[in-house]
């Protein structure tokens, strides 16, 4: 008699990937800044980025919801992970003209791309931080949705819209050509340092110096809130607060 196999079942558990979460804003603040991003799109189309000037108008208002909800709900992760590959001639080019000492090539590889990195995650978190501290006043930040602008704050039916960068050297799109079309298009424009103060201290003393400018902040009803200390105590903050998934 032919005994019949039999297969031990092995039931599959399926788990949920915990969530990380900066912990900054409610739902209802998320909501508001979107909805106040999006209105101020429908009222004035053309300042779209030409991404979103691709989008189906029906399919425009979720667009615009996920793409601002990655900026709010941005998790910024201080790892030393590469995500290039080095490029051996440069350290070569280093060594021989600006006599960087091959025993610390590994060192100087590393050492700018954290640099790099951490300047970038800088910026995002200024924005972060702006949208953190004065949202009651009407600033929403707008991801990637509103050509040249990173805030729209509600002002009667138009409403004003916002560049803003971390130093004057990351301006992005600096041609005398699209400032002009910044111009025309009324955005105020701020940055948080000047990139050569100090530069002659730096080179010659190793001190450094900095001149920010928060006191030029463009809105007179908020800049008096807005210092250098109180960003980079968001800043500790900010990390001491999010939830990391494991």
């Known amino acids: 008699m032919n005994k ?19 912990n900054l804003f409610t739902e209802v603040q998320k909501n508001s800044i979107i909805s106040t991003v999006i209105e101020y799109a429908r009222v004035h189309p053309e300042m779209l980025t030409p991404s979103m000037k691709k989008v189906d108008k029906k399919l425009l208002d979720i667009k615009i919801k996920k793409n601002i909800s990655i900026t709010l709900d941005k998790v910024i992760k201080t790892n030393n992970k590469r995500t290039t590959s080095p490029d051996e ?25 954290v640099q790099k990195k951490a300047e970038m995650q800088i910026g995002e978190l200024l924005e972060l931080y702006i949208q953190k501290e004065f949202f009651k006043y009407g600033w929403c930040c707008s991801g990637s949705t509103i050509e040249h602008v990173d805030f729209v704050k509600k002002k009667g039916n138009n409403g004003e819209v916002f560049q803003i960068k971390n130093s004057d050297n990351t301006e ?28 002659n201290e730096y080179i010659n003393q190793k001190k450094i110096l900095n001149l920010y400018f928060w006191d030029d902040y463009p809105d007179e009803d908020i800049k008096i809130k807005l210092s250098e200390d109180g960003f980079r105590i968001f800043i500790k903050n900010y990390f001491n607060n999010i939830t990391q998934a494991n």
């Open 89 to 113: 001639l440069t350290s070569l080019y280093l060594e021989d003209y600006y006599g960087h000492q091959k025993n610390n090539r590994n060192l100087y590889i590393d050492g700018y791309a």
């Open 172 to 199: 992005n799109n600096a041609a005398s050509g699209v400032r002009k079309i910044e111009n025309k298009q009324g955005i105020k424009k701020w940055v948080r340092r000047n990139s050569t103060y100090g530069l």
């Open 4 to 22: 019949k196999k039999t297969k031990n079942k092995v039931k599959i558990i399926k788990t949920i990937k915990p969530v990380s979460n900066n």
